[in-house]
C-alpha cells in the first residue's frame, strides 16, 4: 500500500501593527500629523464611510508582509470608521487610501521619500501630499492616466476628493475646508469652544437679567396700580 504523504502546510502570515518607526521625529512634524489627521476625521465625522488613519502600517498585498507603509496620514473613502490594528487592503474590499499626506523632519532621507512616493504609486493612490514644515516647502501629484504627475500649480489646490484647499501665502502652510474655514489645532479648537462657551453664558447671563428687570417693572407697575385704586382712582381709566 503506498502512503500519500499530506504537503505541508504554509505557515500563517504575520502582519505587525508596528514597524517599530516613531511617529515622529520632532514637535513640528507631530503638530501637522496631528493637524492634518485630527481635522481630516472632523471634516468627515459625520460620514460612517471614510476612514482616517495617521501612522497606520499599509499592507497592500496578501500574502507579503514586507510589502508596507506607514503613511502619516491617510484617507480611504468607502470604508468605515472604527479602530484597525493596521490597513490590510484585501479585507478592505481591496479599496487603497485615496489620499496619503507625509510630514517631513530633519531625520527623512531623500531615498526614503522617493521611494514612499513610488510605492503609493505603484499602489493606486490617487493623491500624494508632501509637506516640509521646516522650509515651508509643499508638494503635490495627481494620478493621470494611470500614474502620478506633478500638481505644479499647488498654490490655492483644491483637492478633489477632499474639497481642501491648500494656501502656502503666508509663514506656514494653511489648509481651508471647503466652508472656508481653516485647519485649526486641538488647542485653538478647544480655546474657541471656550470662547464660545462664555459667549453663551454671558448671554444667558444677559437675557436672565433682562428677565429680572421686567418683572421688577411688572411689580411696581402692579404695586403702583393698587396705590391708585385706593385712592378711588381706576389705573385703566388713565
Known sequence: ?????????????????????????????????????QNLAWLFAD??????AGDLLWYPVEGDNKIRVGPDVMVVLGRPKGDRGSYKQWE???????????VLSP????????????????????EYYLYDPERNDFSGWMRSQGRFDVIDAIENWVSPRL???????GEELQIYRPDGEPFASYEE?????????QRAEQAEQR????????????????VLAERLRSMG??????
Not at 478592505?92 to 507625509?102: L, R
Not at 526614503?112 to 493612490?125: L, W
Open 92 to 102: 478592505e474590499e481591496n479599496i487603497a487610501p485615496q489620499v496619503v499626506f507625509e
Open 107 to 126: 531625520g527623512n532621507r531623500l531615498t526614503e521619500m522617493n521611494k514612499k512616493q513610488v510605492f503609493y504609486d505603484r499602489h493606486g493612490v490617487e
Open 189 to 197: 479648537v478647544s480655546r474657541s469652544l471656550e470662547q464660545a462657551q
Open 233 to 238: 382712582i381706576d389705573p385703566e381709566q388713565l
Open 207 to 222: 437675557a436672565e437679567q433682562e428677565r429680572l428687570r421686567a418683572e421688577q417693572a411688572e411689580q411696581r407697575a402692579a
Open 1 to 37: 500500500m503506498v502512503t500519500q504523504l499530506k504537503s505541508p502546510q504554509k505557515p500563517d502570515v504575520i502582519y505587525p501593527d508596528s514597524d517599530g518607526q516613531p511617529m515622529s521625529d520632532n514637535t513640528k512634524q507631530f503638530r501637522w500629523i496631528l493637524i492634518i489627521q
Open 47 to 52: 460620514d460612517p464611510n471614510v476612514f482616517v
Open 163 to 169: 474639497g481642501i484647499r491648500f494656501d502656502l501665502s
